[in-house]
């Protein structure tokens, strides 16, 4: 026999615990597809403007050889490469503590040709972003 007490609301509060966690996971699981979205599209944009501005930097090299990277991008020496400093809305700086993006210059002379290799870094976790190869015939 029946009791009065077993009116089915404990099944009914069991459903819905159920159905609360279902929802919980869902929600979990479109916040991360929704940080990875945002994680690409910051990867692409970094990359986009870091294509840019090895782009720029290959350019003045070709034209103005190395006085022209420090005169325009405040290019210095570190070891045996140079490296030029942006800030995170990729503003050249000189200050390199301030640094959201950086760019290495190497460059090499191979008989008549010289060979500048300019890799941009993200500089607050070394991911490199670009990396550009050019070259010109020596002076």
């Known amino acids: 026999m029946k009791n009065k007490r077993d009116s089915g609301?404990?099944?009914?509060?069991?459903?819905?615990?159920?159905?609360?966690?279902?929802?919980?996971?869902?929600?979990?699981?479109?916040?991360?597809?929704?940080?990875?979205?945002?994680?690409?599209?910051?990867?692409?944009?970094?990359?986009?403007?870091?294509?840019?501005?090895?782009?720029?930097?290959?350019?003045?090299?070709?034209?103005?050889?190395?006085?022209?990277?420090?005169?325009r991008f405040g290019m210095r020496e570190e070891g045996d490469h140079q490296v030029i400093c942006w800030d995170s809305r990729w503003n050249v700086t000189a200050d390199g503590n301030q640094t959201g993006f950086l760019a290495q210059v190497t460059v090499e002379v191979k008989g008549a040709v010289e060979e500048a290799q300019i890799k941009v870094l993200r500089s607050e976790d070394g991911t490199e972003l670009f990396l550009l190869t050019a070259k010109r015939l020596s002076r």
């Not at 929802?23 to 870091?50: E, M, P, W, Y």
């Not at 782009?55 to 050889?65: F, G, H, M, P, T």
Request: net charge negative; glycine share 2%.
């Open 9 to 71: 609301t404990a099944l009914f509060l069991m459903e819905m615990i159920a159905v609360v966690c279902f929802f919980i996971l869902c929600a979990s699981i479109c916040i991360l597809v929704f940080v990875k979205a945002n994680n690409l599209s910051r990867l692409a944009r970094d990359t986009n403007q870091a294509s840019l501005a090895a782009e720029s930097v290959a350019e003045v090299w070709k034209a103005e050889d190395a006085e022209g990277l420090k005169t």
